[in-house]
């Protein structure tokens, strides 16, 4: 099956910092989405995005799907932006481990 | 709307207890999934139904078993407990347009504990 790596798997950062988070992903994919998973647990889908570039507020993604990746952007961190970020790609959906983002005051 | 509900949300078993844990969703979505985190890791697929009166597996089915009672409710069954499967258990749910997998939305999950 697909295989999906995530980097970095840990990232702190000062409120205000910008980041980039990097999803790798083995096979050609026609779905390839990013979570949020907040402290309490709670998982929020970020963006579908198969291919191209979205933004949506303080957040954007882009895919290169025939390079196999994808990067979330988060600009202007705010400390309720920590918790996992997961990258998932495939028909069914293959997860990444994560990303562990803490924004500190 | 309150999208995917998932009952109960804490549950403490015995090795060998059977139970089932529920998953309601009202956004008219064709397919409904199954998945199971471990502490540090992603989500992994159990098993899903791509749409009413189906059911597949997924990445790790064993132990487990479904049901896709009607398009809205999709319950997962476990009918001895082990202590491997103490885990936190989500229940997402999409739609599908042009063969493409859209927009998957989680519920809350359910934090399972077999002693």
């Known amino acids: 099956g697909i295989q999906v790596e995530q980097s970095p798997p840990d990232l702190i950062l000062q409120e205000g910092a910008n980041s980039t988070l990097r999803c790798n992903f083995s096979?050609?994919?026609?779905?390839l989405q990013w979570f949020h998973q907040n402290p309490w647990g709670q998982l929020i889908n970020l963006f579908y995005?198969?291919?191209g570039t979205k933004q949506n507020g303080r957040l954007s993604a882009t895919t290169v799907a025939t390079e196999r990746y994808s990067l979330l952007y988060i600009s202007s961190s705010q400390t309720t932006d920590s918790g996992v970020y997961f990258c998932?790609?495939?028909?069914?959906?293959?997860f990444g481990e994560g990303t562990q983002l803490t924004v500190n005051p | 709307n309150a999208g995917v509900t998932q009952t109960p949300k804490f549950q403490v078993l015995k090795t060998g207890q059977s139970m089932t844990l529920q998953c309601a969703q009202d956004m008219n979505h064709n397919s409904m999934y199954w998945y199971r985190q471990d502490p540090g890791m992603g989500l992994r697929l159990i098993y899903y139904?791509?749409?009413?009166?189906?059911?597949d597996k997924g990445e790790v089915p064993n132990g487990y078993n479904v049901s896709r009672l009607n398009k809205r409710e999709f319950s997962l069954r476990l009918e001895s407990a082990a202590p491997s499967q103490t885990s936190v258990y989500f229940c997402?749910?999409?739609?599908?347009?042009?063969?493409?997998?859209?927009?998957?939305?989680f519920g809350p999950g359910t934090r399972l504990l077999v002693l």
């Open positions: 998932a790609a495939g028909s069914r959906l293959t």
């Open positions: 096979d050609s994919v026609n779905n």
């Open positions: 995005i198969p291919s």
């Open positions: 997402a749910s999409s739609e599908w347009s042009g063969g493409y997998q859209e927009t998957q939305y």
């Open positions: 139904s791509a749409s009413e009166g189906t059911t």
